[in-house]
């Protein structure tokens, strides 16, 4: 698992070990952040009241987890070589780490969602037993389009040129921004438009599956209702307003906000798992 200590993370890893207790090993990818090992991160992560319930329902269950140092904005993904040859017998990978800010500069962006990406599929390719590659996008990977479908669109460039491109550029080049975007609105969605044709590009004969969520909200039910842990988009526009904040929000009444739980997509991204291993 990469992307473990998100919203969807967190809940992805408390929902696959109390509803799949057979499981017997999860990889945790984590990086050093703000002077704390990834020792110390797991520790007060595994202390949310988010893992009471599943705590109280399995004893020990904290010793299925191993947590790898990593890191997805570094070449090969900051891994030692112990871990790589650790980490090969994985089944399946459930990939969103990814930097999620609209505005992160363009060299940080590529390097930790497309290269991210590519390098953690080239490391896949080494796993003989893997069932399934599950990567999360977004809804608004292809916002371009008026309607969106349930398949692959040309990317606004290639994985290896985006790559090629911020490796050459020097800080001062980077204002090229603006025209590598295109019609895309930010370095987020475009990111993962690029990031959805490198799983097509390096997924090589791997079952491999795409979700794209749209806007993620608090939990509706499970394991607790109303559970969320940041005050990103909607959630910081609805805190905003109840505590008296934010008096006004500019936006179109004619346009839908596509919002959904949290527990919902968590499942979402289970069942598609299940789906694609079963099919290949």
Known sequence: ??????????????????????????????????????????????????????????????????????????????????????????????????????????????????????????????MTSLKAFVYVSTAYSHCVYNKIEEKLYKPPMKTDDIIRLTEILIKDQLDLTLSLLGKWPNTYAFSKAICEDTVRQYSNGIPTCIVRPSIVVATEKEPIAGWINNLYGLTGVIFGGATGVLRTLYCDKDLICEIIPADYVVNNIIAAAWNVAGKR
Do not use: W
Not at 15 to 35: F, G, M, S
Not at 56 to 83: A, H, M, P, W, Y
């Open 1 to 126: 698992i990469t992307g473990g200590l998100g919203v969807l993370g967190r809940l992805r890893m408390e929902r696959l070990l109390r509803c799949c207790p057979e499981i017997t090993t999860i990889y945790l990818l984590v990086r050093a952040k703000k002077q704390k090992d990834p020792q110390t991160r797991f520790k007060e992560y595994f202390n949310d009241v988010l893992f009471e319930r599943l705590k109280r329902e399995q004893k020990d269950v904290e010793k299925k987890i191993i947590v790898i140092e990593g890191d997805t904005s570094l070449l090969n993904l900051g891994l030692s070589e112990k871990d790589r040859d650790r980490i090969k017998d994985t089944d399946l990978i459930f990939h969103s780490a990814a930097s999620v800010r609209f505005l992160d500069n363009i060299r940080l962006i590529v390097n930790t969602n497309i290269r991210g990406t590519r390098d953690l599929l080239l490391l896949a390719q080494e």
